[in-house]
């Protein structure tokens, strides 16, 4: 096993993105240094790549959901697109894009005058129908400083009868998916770290996180199997895909904002993910998403810094804990 020194080393032998995390989240960087690391992301690496793809109106690929050119043979040959503006304002929040810059604010302002959604043209800031693409734009909407209250009160009501939430609903499912709930509660935390928590998000996190935990993070409450395979693995960037460790990651983040311990029933899921580790102290991504993307960050396969920060982040704050 590599000394965690090592591998600490190697991860800020790299993007921005990845470095400003590092060192906020695993080596306790003071903030005014993390954060001058994190203004670099706006001028330098992937952060500053991305923001080279953008439209004068302030869209990526002309489309909210969807590339403007981008037809149902294009999706058939090569998959889902992952260029438009929702999966691009997805990415610039996982870099690190200060919300506070110039640059982000130009952006907010031009994407709430000039895109729309595929779905029914509805204003991007207004969200759409689907509690994935809403929960993102709740993440997205509340970083970056929109006011996303109506779309928060419409997932508050779009709640299933189990505690979580699937973008099947519309289409009568009355069961929650793992998909549709990460994204949901990721988003519900982002706007409790910006506008503040009420008794309704609390509780309609609470609920999802129960659907979870209930499940070990990745099993069926029926048979106690793994409700899907791929849940064991990881890959990065996530987009609307759950797996454990995007499970971990986000029980870590809303340990973090209120103050409360890890809850045991993360053990099992905290075992996989130490069994994953590779023999040098790192992980590998395992896959990726098919379809177009503006440039590929790292190769399936190999080590990977993205899954490595998050593994290694979830790690110290539960091993923090340990023993309490």
């Not at 659907?211 to 849940?231: H, I, M, N, T, V």
């Amino acid at each position: 096993m590599a000394r965690t020194g090592s591998v600490i080393d190697w991860l800020l032998a790299s993007d921005p993105a990845i470095r400003w995390q590092v060192m906020r989240d695993l080596t306790d960087a003071p903030e005014a240094e993390w954060r001058a690391e994190r203004a670099r992301v706006e001028t330098e690496g992937w952060g500053a790549r991305l923001l080279s793809h953008q439209d004068a109106d302030g869209q990526w690929a002309g489309g909210a959901f969807m590339p403007a050119d981008y037809t149902e043979e294009k999706w058939r040959e090569l998959g889902q697109a992952w260029t438009a503006t929702c999966f691009s304002l997805q990415q610039l929040h996982d870099f690190g894009l200060d919300p506070s810059s110039a640059r982000a604010r130009r952006t907010v302002d031009l994407i709430g005058r000039n895109s729309r959604w595929d779905h029914d043209g509805q204003p991007y800031w207004d969200g759409e129908v689907e509690e994935c693409i809403n929960g993102r734009t709740v993440i997205a909407g509340a970083y970056f400083g929109v006011d996303v209250s109506p779309i928060v009160a419409r997932l508050l009501g779009d709640r299933q009868p189990d505690g979580g939430w699937n973008c099947e609903r519309c289409n009568g499912s009355h069961r929650s998916s793992f998909h549709s709930t990460i994204n949901v509660l990721e988003g519900l935390l982002e706007y409790e770290t910006a506008a503040g928590a009420t008794p309704e998000t609390r509780a309609a996190r609470a609920g999802g996180e129960e659907y979870l935990l209930k499940r070990g993070l990745f099993r069926r409450l029926s048979s106690g199997a793994p409700a899907d395979e791929r849940y064991l693995t990881f890959l990065h960037p996530n987009r609307w895909r759950y797996d454990v460790l995007r499970g971990l990651d986000y029980f870590r983040a809303a340990s973090l904002a209120t103050g409360t311990p890890p809850d045991p029933r993360l053990g099992e899921a905290i075992g996989h993910l130490r069994s994953r580790q590779s023999e040098d102290g790192t992980w590998p991504l395992d896959w990726q998403l098919k379809g177009p993307v503006w440039f590929e960050m790292e190769e399936v396969g190999k080590p990977s810094r993205w899954i490595t920060l998050r593994a290694l982040r979830v790690l110290r704050w539960w091993e923090g804990h340990a023993g309490r």
